[in-house]
């Protein structure tokens, strides 16, 4: 008798020890797999096509990772099988994900037919030359657009900073603190391009132009190609979105260069209104911009030299009454999207 109850305790015993080990097996983690490749051979042949306006073919295989979480497989572009796009393009050799890049070309087309005001922007990567256009033989009113290229002309030419110009004209319905100053009141060279980059300030640029001139600038102009001037009745100007985004690749150069290009830049990164490109990407990089606006000509514009791991200048011109939430929505829109193309140009 004893000897068949300690049978049975050894059976019921075995048979705990059994399930207990079977539970641990069940929440036991697998193995992670050392395979990196985010699709199989036969899925990468069974991938599928894609169409943006013509046709265009994935190519994703296996990727690669390179610096931070992104990973990617290097892709040629082939700029002659791209068509139907309402804006213009060179200089794309390689991208990392051509996916990305077909649809983040689809999102700029969407853009520019969702948009019912005349608009024209011009973007060059400052690493590769990769470039976008749009309406770039549309000539719009500069606005305080130019203030930026004009006082780096200054810069360049070797002004004294300290040198103190006299107050003797008014830029008509102004109110900012240059207007205010009685006639005759001086100010040196550094404080008036202060106010002129960082406030705008219309009188302050008006003063800079009466006394140091302005044909240096138009010299400038022409020797980069910019295709427009200022005169003694007009301090500001006509232009294409193309023109601009020439002179603000030269500000970006200015300032890789010298001590004097670098504090210009700083004081674009600082001034009153930053409600378009800055405000969108500055969360994300260094965006040092100029915006420009006039509101009985129905102008707003905005012009940036964008600090990304490749840096790009964007300069967007647009028909549309200015500073209002409604109108700042195109810049937005246009300059996540070029953020989004900047990031997949690869860059060797």
Not at 129 to 148: H, L, V
Not at 217 to 233: E, K, T, V
Request: aromatic share 12%; proline share 1%.
């Amino acid at each position: 008798m004893r000897f068949r109850l300690l049978c049975f305790f050894l059976v019921i015993l075995m048979s705990t020890a059994l399930f207990g080990c079977n539970k641990n097996n069940e929440n036991k983690p697998e193995k992670a797999s050392s395979d990196t490749s985010v699709l199989s051979e036969t899925d990468t042949q069974t991938e599928t096509k894609k169409s943006a306006k013509s046709k265009k073919t994935k190519t994703t295989t296996t990727t690669t990772t390179t610096t931070g979480t992104r990973e990617y497989n290097p892709t040629d572009v082939n700029l002659n099988n791209l068509s139907g796009y309402n804006f213009s393009m060179q200089g794309f050799e390689k991208v990392t994900s051509i996916q990305d890049f077909y649809d983040y070309l689809d999102e700029l087309q969407n853009i520019i037919a969702n948009s019912d005001f005349n608009m024209s922007f011009s973007y060059e990567n400052m690493d590769t030359g990769a470039y976008i256009s749009y309406n770039s033989n549309r000539r719009f009113a500069t606005c305080s657009t130019i203030k930026t290229p004009f006082v780096a002309s200054l810069l360049k030419s070797g002004i004294d900073l300290s040198e103190k110009v006299t107050k003797t004209v008014n830029w008509s319905e102004d109110n900012g603190l240059t207007a205010q100053a009685k006639t005759g009141s001086e100010f040196t060279a550094k404080k008036l391009i202060k106010y002129t980059i960082q406030r705008s300030d219309n009188t302050a640029y008006y003063n800079l132009v009466k006394h140091f001139g302005y044909k240096q600038f138009n010299s400038d102009l022409y020797s980069i190609g910019a295709n427009f001037s200022l005169g003694d009745s007009w301090i500001f100007t006509y232009c294409t979105s193309d023109d601009m985004l020439k002179c603000y690749k030269e500000v970006y150069k200015y300032a890789e260069q010298t001590k004097r290009g670098k504090w210009l830049t700083k004081l674009m990164t600082d001034t009153d209104v930053n409600r378009q490109i800055g405000k969108t990407l500055d969360s994300k990089y260094k965006v040092s911009q100029k915006y420009g606006s006039d509101f009985t000509e129905r102008q707003y514009h905005d012009c940036a030299i964008v600090y990304a791991d490749s840096p790009f200048v964007l300069c967007i011109f647009t028909n549309q009454y200015p500073e209002t939430d409604q109108s700042d929505k195109v810049f937005k829109e246009i300059s996540n999207v070029i953020d989004r193309i900047n990031n997949v140009i690869y860059i060797n």
